[in-house]
Structure formats: C-alpha cells, structure tokens
C-alpha cells in the first residue's frame, strides 16, 4: 500500500506509542489509552494520555480504498467540534493504520445501559448532543460511521463526545466490517447501501434503550440472519 500524504513516521511507527490499557472495542478492534512518545519528549517531564486506534489493513481493500481513507482522515482533522474526539495524526504501520486521538475522561454509553437510571431529560441531551455530531460529519461528507453506544462518550458533567473512527471511513462497507458492531443498530439496508439514515436508525435504537433501560431487541432478528447467511456464504 502506498503511504499517502499526512504521514509521517517510515520505520517502527508502532514502538513510538507506549500502550497502557484497552478502553474498549470498536468495530475496528480494541481502542487502547496510550502515551505518544515523541510528544512527550518534547513536552519533557509531562505525561500525556491520548487515545490510540488501530486499523487493520486487512480491513482495507486496496490502494484507492486506503487513499480515500486517509482523505476522510484528513477532512475530519479539519473538523473541530465540540461533540467529536479530535484527530491528531495518523501513521502507517506495517499491519495497520494508527491514528492519535484526544482521550477524555468518560465512559462509553454501553457503560450505563441498564446500569444506571437516566431521567428523561438527561436521555434527550445526550441524544441532541450526538445528533449534533452526526449533523457535523454528514455535512462534510463521512457517512456513515457505524453508531452505536461504544462509540459515544459520556462525561462526568453529561456531555457527549463521539468516537468518529468507523467503517463509514471506507468505500465498500463489505459484510465482514459489520463483526464489531451489535446487529440491532443496523439499518435494514446496511447490507446492501449506507447512508446517513443508517446513523439515524441507530441512533433511535439507542434512544429507545435508554428510555427501556434495557438492549431494545435480542441479537436473532432479521438482520443477524441475513448477516449470518452472508458470512457463511
């Protein structure tokens, strides 16, 4: 694959980032909390969190698949918004892409499903605030991104932050991609076209849940039988 531009590390761009612990899993794979080394010598003493995601370039079909990922990299570090977890570099490694993320001190969404009691208008800003975000990356064209409650953030003030890394990144959403995502926040068309009405319907079901306080369907519907005769194709 060829490197495109924004990178910027050639040889053992793995060994610049000191991995702590694993946050949670994305449909990627595991998001790991992480010290950027080469930031951190030029800030000396000062330890820095960041947030590391990793890419599997097996995920990633082909150059002009990995070149339009990086340019949807590149537009979302164009991208402030109070809502969205900000992009701050991506390398190519030998097996995947690595991109630094700003970290939060938060819990996923996943965390208080069933957990906790939300009251009503708590639910409905946690709702805005990531429809918010979705507005934001759909206006510049990243649709869609795979939504579902691992990818929100919650604050300990209330505020949501989104995880903007997901399948949506790539051309072909091919079925494979869809192994880290919990079928009930799939779009019944999710497996022949996305479109941003796919982050509308999960975001439903995840309104839905948060007023039942519990997963909204068992993962056997509909979905998960048309995914599941796909893989077995």
């Known amino acids: 694959m060829n490197n495109s531009a924004q990178k910027n590390e050639t040889t053992q761009p793995e060994s610049r980032f000191e991995t702590v612990l694993a946050l949670r899993n994305l449909d990627f794979g595991p998001v790991f909390l992480a010290y950027d080394l080469k930031t951190q010598a030029s800030l000396r003493s000062l330890r820095v969190h960041i947030q590391l995601s990793k890419v599997p370039h097996d995920l990633i079909h082909g150059d002009s698949e990995l070149a339009l990922f990086n340019q949807n990299i590149a537009t979302l570090r164009e991208l402030e918004h109070p809502r969205l977890l900000r992009i701050f570099e991506s390398i190519t490694d030998n097996s995947c892409e690595l991109l630094s993320l700003e970290h939060i001190e938060a819990v996923p969404l996943s965390a208080l499903l069933g957990r906790c009691t939300l009251t009503v208008s708590e639910i409905v800003a946690i709702l805005l605030e990531t429809a918010t975000a979705l507005?934001?990356?759909?206006?510049?064209?990243?649709?869609?991104?795979?939504?579902?409650?691992?990818?929100?953030?919650?604050?300990?003030?209330?505020?949501?932050?989104?995880d903007p890394i997901g399948v949506g990144l790539?051309?072909?959403?091919?079925?494979?991609?869809?192994?880290?995502?919990?079928h009930r926040y799939l779009a019944p068309e999710c497996t022949d076209e996305l479109t941003k009405y796919s982050d509308q319907f999960a975001l439903g079901v995840i309104g839905a849940e948060l007023l039942l306080g519990r997963s909204l369907v068992p993962e056997r519907?509909?979905?998960?039988?048309?995914?599941?005769?796909?893989?077995s194709a």
Do not use: M, T, Y
Not at 141 to 155: C, M
Not at 170 to 181: M, Y
Not at 221 to 231: F, P, T, Y
């Open 221 to 231: 519907g509909l979905i998960s039988r048309k995914i599941n005769e796909l893989w």
């Open 135 to 162: 507005e934001a990356l759909h206006k510049i064209g990243v649709v869609p991104f795979g939504l579902f409650p691992e990818r929100i953030l919650v604050q300990r003030c209330g505020s949501v932050k989104i």
């Open 170 to 182: 790539l051309k072909n959403v091919s079925v494979d991609r869809f192994k880290g995502i919990p």
